[in-house]
């Protein structure tokens, strides 16, 4: 059977009251070979929605603000390292500010002030190795 406006909804009305346990129902189309008696418990009040109070109503369309370049491209931290094809070629997971990006595997070259950068890295994961000037 399909219910012609959803699973938990029938275009039905209260016909009578049987005790305090039962309503009867009127029902239209396909709902007239059911049984119009009902418990109390399985009956809920019909609560409008705002599309059926507001009729008139348009909702706005949501913009999204633009995300300026130069926030995208700043660079939170240096997440990973590892090799690439040798131990002299190497990538590094860069975790950026904003978190509208993914985080991306870059060589050094493609750094944008990798140096600093790499140095507080390095520093990060051997504190005692690394000379600060």
Known sequence: MTWPIGPNLAPVWIAATIKEEGQTCGCDSELENKHPTFPV???????????????????????????????????????KERRLRGKYQREYLLKY??????????????????????????????????ICL
Not at 49 to 60: A, C, H, I, T, V
Not at 102 to 116: A, F, H, V
């Open 41 to 79: 418990s399985l009956m809920k009040p019909y609560q409008p929605s705002e599309k059926d109070l507001f009729l008139l109503r348009n909702p706005s369309p949501l913009t999204v603000p633009p995300v300026e370049q130069s926030e995208a491209k700043r660079i939170k931290k240096v997440i």
């Open 97 to 130: 500010r904003n978190t509208v990006h993914e985080d991306k595997w870059l060589s050094e070259s493609e750094i944008p002030g990798s140096d600093r950068i790499l140095r507080e890295f390095r520093h990060e994961r051997r504190p005692q190795a690394c």
